[in-house]
Each structure stands twice: as C-alpha cells, then as structure tokens.
C-alpha cells in the first residue's frame, strides 16, 4: 500500500468527517472500535443551536431500531460522543456500508433531526482460513500446470483491511496461483509446478499465509498436507454456479431451504461427493446446516427479518479423492408482521394542574414497529370518555394533548389506554398504560352542612360547655381541603359576640364563654367563618342561633301588699259585706317564663280561719261568709305565692284587714305589728288625718252616696283599695294567662281608707281607662307606669295598680 493511502486511512481512523445534506439531516463517520467518550461531532454546532438551551429543551438521542446507547449527547458542551463500543463487524458483517441512524429531539417545542452514523472499518480481524489443516489427495498422474482449488482465506474486514494476497512456503513441486472473480472473491489454487512421484514422496505439508492490507498488516496461515493418489482426473461440477433462494422468517424447524446438487465424471470412489462449507459467517452457522450427502441445506436456529434479512455462503463439493468445485448459495429472508408496534412514553406532565386550558400537550408519544413497508405503518388511538386526545405530530411522535376542562374534585385520575395498529396482515396491535394524577388548585369554597344552625342551652350553663358544632367541607386536596373555622366580628346586645361563645379552629366546635341568664336576654345569633388554607384562601359563613330556655330560679315576687312598703297599707272591710265580696288582691310576678312562672296562691294562716279565702290563680281574696258582729274587727293573712317550677319556688306576705264603715269607728292600732321604719310614717298619718277632718263632712256625703248605690246593686261597687307602689314592679317579668296581672273584666270606684295615725284617700277612676295590658307591663319603667295613669307630676311615690287604679296618700 502507497504512502498516500495509509495517510488518508489514519486520517479517517482519527477524525470524525461531517457531511450536512440539503435535507438539514446530519451524517458522521467514525472508525469502530473507538473509545467510551470519544467525540463523534458537534451537534450544536452544526444545527446553529445554543448549548444553553440543549438541556431545558430535554435534547436526547433516539434510535430507529433496536440498537444499543453507541451514542450520547453531551448537554453542556452539545458534543455527540461514543457510549458504548462499536464493533463494525458485529453489526453489519460483510456489508460495505455500515451506517446507524438515530435521532436527536428536541421538546419545547419539539424538534427532530436525523443522524447517519458511517462505521468505518479498522483491521481489527486477521485472515482466517475454514480449517487449520487443508487435505488433499493428489493422483500421480497429475500433469505439470494441474491445478488444485484451495478454500481462501476469510477476514471480517472490509476494503483495504480484507484479504490482499497470498504466499505459498517455497518446495519443489507446487507455485500458488491467485485470481480474482467478478463477485470480489479470489481463487486460490495450488499449480502443480513438477510432476508428483508417489514412490519418492506419498505426502507433502506446504504452508499457504494470507496477508491483508491493513495498516499494520495482519496474516493468517494453514497447512496443506498433500496426500499423493493414484489418477483422478475429474472434479466436480455444480449444476448451478449460484444457487438463490427466499425464506421467510419465523420458518419452522428442519424446513428445507435450498438443494445444492454437484456431479463427479468419475466412476467409483473418484466419483462420491461430499458437500460442505467453505465460507459461512458465525450468524449463519448458528441458523443452517448442510447434508454432507444430499446438500440438503435446513433450518436449524431462529429466522429474524429484523436481525438479518440476506445470508450468502459458499458449498464445496469434493470427490472421494479430493477434488472440489463450489458454489455460492445467497437466502434472501422476507419479512412478516411478527412485531407488534412499541409505544414509548418520552415525556410527560404529571400531575396535571385542574385549570390547564384545553388543547395543551401533556405528554409525547413515540411508537416504533420494527418490521418493515407496510408491517412498520401504525395508526394510534386512544380510548374514549377521557379529556385528552393524540395529535400526531413529527414522524412517529404524537402530542397527548387535552380536550376539555379537568376538574379533580369530579376525577383526580385518570388511567388512559393508548394502542398502536400496524397494518400488516394480520395486524398486530398493542397497548400502554399512562397513569395521570389531576393536580389540585383552590377552586372550592368550605361549605357548610346547613344552611343555619340552631342550638338550644338552659340559662346558668358552666362557662366553657359545648353549644354546637358546626361542619363544613371542602373538596379540594390537602392544605386547600383544610378547614380553618373563626368567628366573625359582631355584637350580642351591646357585647363582642367573642365574650359570648368561641368556636375551635379545626373542629367547629362552638363553647360557652360565660353563664346566659334567660331573663337578660332569651336567644343571639353569632356567624362562623369556614376559611381553607388555600392560596387565595376561600371562606363560607353561616349563622348560629343560639336560644336560652329558661330555668327556674327566680321566686315569685309580691308587687302588692309590698313588704317593705314606707307606708302602712291597711284594707277596710264595711261590716254589711255579704259572703263573696272581694276584700283585696294579692298581686305577684315571676322573671321566669312558662310553667316556671305559673304561679298559685294560698292562705297559710289567718286571724279567722273561716272568714276568707283566696282564689288559687287569681289571688282575690274574698269573704267566705258575712260579716258578723262577733267577727273580729283585725283581721291578719299570712299568703304564700308559689310557682310551678321543678323545684317549686315561693315567697309570703302579711295582708292587714280593718272590718269598718267608717274612720270614727276605727280605733288605735298600736297593737298591729309594724316595723320601727313605720313610726315616723305614723306621725305623718296623723297630721294627714287632722287636715283631712276639714272635709269630713263631704265624706260622709260620699259615703251616704256609696251605701244608696250598694243598696241598689247585688253586690258591693267597692271591695277594697290597694296601693301599689311603683317601686315595686320589677323592670320586665313574664307575663303568664291569670297569673301576676289582673283581668280586664274588673272595674273598681275609690273609697277611702282609716289607720291608727294614717289615712289614705283615694280618687275614683276608672280601671278601664288606667290598666295597662301585660305587655306594656314588661316593657315600661316605673315613670311610664305614672305616665299611663294619668299622674302628671312625676313624684316618686305614686303608687300604682293595674287592677285597683291610682292611689295616692293624703301626705301628699
């Protein structure tokens, strides 16, 4: 070899030569056997691209069959490097051109870019020969130029690196005759150069070297041992110089591929042949054998169309004395639809965020079928009821893409069935599971189970007791779905609502903050927030009515006869009254509400046991019987006032009574029990009495008056006076039906009443146009009690009834 060609050799062993056609595609070549690392070129180069940019557009090398990583991509320098060892051999065996083709994508947005990789060949294989040893059987009567056929060398390389010559060890009898034929191959024979003479030499043992051209050269050596025979001037022909045949793959087992069939002119044992192989690869060994006898040639190892799709061998065939023609046998393979198509998931976005628009790319599919033409054409689809779609995109690339809105809450994932149908015959499919999670965003607000709530607590509860608890949910996922429950800013009669109830952050739980009292106020409302701890966070409110029921613990209170009155209210009884008359009234409320304040009365002790009674709902207290003049002139009851509280709650009084018709009649009463606050009340009494004595006269008038009128009636017009103070009303109390407050049926005049040292007069009015209904009762101050009963001037002492109407001392 020339000085010029082993430069250009070393030149492309050493580099990698670049080749950019029109099309934009890239093509390289490199010598196999190079390095792990070793740099094959520069991508981002020669497309134009930024290093930069390789790795956030996820740049990587694809292949379009099934070959090993031989090459990676170098993101931070955009360099193509070896990844794995390349043997030219291995892959492509005895092809000429030995190409790998990959592809580089790029995402975002996606990019393809095809590479050619050319294997260039280094003489890595030296020329090995089919057997260590070569027999021949050479007649003597061989005549000088005969010509004995030896089976060449095989060298694995290609070109320049594969057999180039022969030599053949110097000795007297044979030259080595080398030709080349039109298929490349060369003929080697052995030409006898001097007549063999079997009596001096029966054998001969020559040494054939063959030498290739590569750079350094490598050789190989056999040893022809020369056996000398008797005459056999005949060797055998094949009937055909090519035999051609076609095999699918995937053929079973002992098929019969191709029958080569040789003759022999000869007769006997000069005329038996035997076939064998002279040139076979290592692949093909593995896949047929050959009947040494019938040439029969069989299929005894797997057929792949993909792995190889041509086989070439040659067949010699020898007569029983050693001389042999041959023959090439080419099988072409012929593909079937035995690959299902591979889908490959290269990307995808996982979870996908609920508020992605439609039609955006959430992943990329890429789908390989390595049979061939028709075989390797395939259609994808994807299953239905599912918001996403497959677009195709470049080449076999498809783009998962959405159709639709997502909503977690309604499907958080989705399992999609992707399948890929080639259209070979029968059509081979096959199908891929994606796993996509639907990522979470705050979309929903908390909602509250009820629209409202209500909760019921008896009055004196223990601060810090549970009410209610209130519930709301959110669909949403994790610290979205997180429930935060507060209460809202607001007033509860005057009050912060916070002084009043709390509620527990993450159960709704809603407390007591202090004891209620029913009488004070009888229900509130309060408004909880239900807030998630999104990012916005988002909140729902709901309103919580609370209502006090009532507990009885408030003793009914005696409005009238007040006990402690700074005056002394003494009734006057007229001695003609008949059995039934009403004497007074004993009047009482009770703060609390229903049962609690149903109240009831009765007589406990009194001075004449038979003389009154009291009505049980009413508190009248009437005569039982006729006054007699035997009847004691100081009467003295001692009432009780009960509710019908569990249990039941009570409070007494004393009611004074004065059996008289007249003030001249009335004697001292110094003997009545009175407080010492009531003496200096006496004196006031006393000059009352004296300033009244002036219109004692008119008095007697009205009196006389008051008998003509009682004589005409069934019944006495006047029973009785009471004075109630207006100090004694409480500032609200229940109003319950016949108890606490008198009935509207009743109509009472004035008359005036006598005392030791005291005197009341009272004005007649009527009850109808003073008695105030229950309900202003619970709402008036004791200056609007005034007001309604006609007292303009506002004293403090006006004592008022809203039975017996107004009454005010003659003090005054």
Known sequence: MGNKGKLLLGLACGFALIVQFTTGDLSYSIPEEMKRGSIVGNIAKDLGLDNGRLSARKARIDTEEDYKRYCEIDLKTGSVVVGERIDREELCGEKVSCMLK???????????????????DVNDNSPIFPKDTIKLEITESAVKGARYRVNEAHDADIGQNTVQLYSLQKNDNFVL?????????????????????????HDLNLVLVAVDGGNPQRSGTAIIHVTVLDANDN?????????????????????????VSATDADEGVNGEVTYEFSRISERAKKVFSLNSVTGEIKVIGPIDFESDSKYEMRIDAKDGYGLSSDSKVIIDITDVNDNAPVIYLKSVTNPIPEDIPPSTEVGIINVQDRDSENNRQVRCSIQQNVPFKLVPSIKNYYSLVTTGQLDRELVSDYNITITATDEGSPPLSSSKSVQLSVGDVNDNPPV??????????????KPGSTLCSVTARDPDWRQNGTVIYSLLPGEVNGAPASSYVSVNGDTGVIHAVRSFDYEQFRRFKVHVMARDNG?????????????????????????????????????????????GSLVSKVIAVDADSGQNAWLSYHIVKSTDPGLFSIGLHSGEIRTQRDISESDSMKQNLIVAVKDNGQPSLSATCAMYLLISDNLAEVPELKDMSYDESNSKLTYYLIIALVSVSTFFLTFIIVILGVRFCR????????????????????????????????????????????GSRTSDFKFVRSYNDSTLPADQTLRKSPSDFAEAFGDSDGSPEVYTSNRFGLSKPCCL
């Not at 629209?451 to 009055?459: G, K, L, N």
């Not at 103070?725 to 509207?744: F, I, K, W």
């Open 102 to 120: 990959f592809e580089l994508v790029l995402e975002s947005p996606l990019e393809l870019h095809r590479i050619s990789l050319l294997i260039q």
């Open 535 to 579: 990012s916005p966070p988002l909140s729902s409110n709901v309103t919580v009515s609370v209502f006090i029921t009532d507990v009885n613990d408030n003793s009914p209170q005696i409005l009238y006869p007040a006990p402690e009155a700074n005056s002394l209210m003494t009734e006057l009884v007229p001695k003609a009254a008949h059995g």
């Open 448 to 461: 509250f189970e009820e629209q409202s709530y209500s909760t019921y607590v008896t009055e004196n509860n």
């Open 177 to 201: 005759s080398v030709r080349g034929d039109t298929d490349g191959s060369k003929n080697v024979e052995l030409v006898l150069d001097k007549e063999l003479d079997r009596e001096k030499q």
């Open 235 to 259: 060797a055998p022909v094949f009937s055909q110089a090519v035999y051609k045949a076609s095999l699918s793959e995937n053929s079973l087992l002992d098929t019969v591929v191709v029958t």
């Open 711 to 754: 004589r005409r009636k069934p019944r006495m017009l006047f029973d009785g006076a009471v004075a109630i103070p207006s100090a004694y009303l409480p500032p609200n109390y229940a109003e319950v039906d016949g108890t606490g407050t008198l009935r509207s049926t009743y109509n009472y005049d004035a008359y005036l009443t006598t």
